[in-house]
């Protein structure tokens, strides 16, 4: 679904906790465990129209204050299996850039992503 564009996709950066390889414990910039397990609103449930409208988002932690990007991990997840229907509106009227690239092998759901 993202849009395209000559420009090179943005790659997923290399502690994303959405990649299998991470551990979510060496997430740098004052990584929040709590935070982290907070982040369950940004996670669509497939098929269900319950949050149409209102677009709930996983910025990546490497994004400085105030010019946040959206986690490429998460972009990835809501625009596959995650059938995050605001998100795709969001990525079809160029509001949001989905040009985006993960590195490696992904977690399939939020709850893969937090610490043991």
Sequence with gaps: MPRK??????????????????????????????????LTNTIADPGSLRSMGVLRSMACHESKEGKELHCVGWLINQLGEGNNIPLRLAVATGRIDANVEPVGEQHDCLEDTFPD
Excluded at 9 to 34: F, G
């Design 5 to 38: 564009t000559s420009k090179k996709p943005r790659l997923q950066c290399a502690k994303c906790p959405w990649r299998v390889d991470v551990d979510p414990n060496d997430i740098p910039n004052n990584y929040c465990e709590t935070k982290h397990r907070n």
